[in-house]
């Protein structure tokens, strides 16, 4: 999560924008929420597919976050649970294939969060790595 302090719209004090993802079983989501102290204005937005500006600044902020197999024989098989779990395309799937070896995903950390708990319901073992970007 990101927290940046910006003039509020309404009365010109400060006010907190937070910036974040968050994961259901399915999908991760990612929401903008402001919140003004002073005169109480706030605003929420949220949706399903990360805005790619968003996401970048998440990736600055917290670095690259890479799922790592535990078992790289399992590669073929963590990529199609991913598949049926999340209903990946073909390009993204062309791209986990891409990927390193042992490297199933890198992304942010509750993409990677996500992935590993995706994982995990099927039995198979990951941990997550991180890089600053
Ligand atoms: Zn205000």
Redesign the pocket.
Known sequence: MISQIIK?D????S?ELRIGQSYSEKKVVWYKSFR?A????AYEVDGDDTPEELRNLLLDEEGVHSVVLMDKKKRTFSIKVLRNTLGLSMEEVKDMLAKKDEVLFEGTSTEAKFIENCLAKNGIESIIQSNSR
């Not at 309404?10 to 004090?13: A, F, S, V, Y």
């Not at 002073?38 to 204005?41: A, F, N, V, Y």
């Open positions: 509020c309404g009365c010109k004090n006010g003004c002073s005169c109480g204005q």
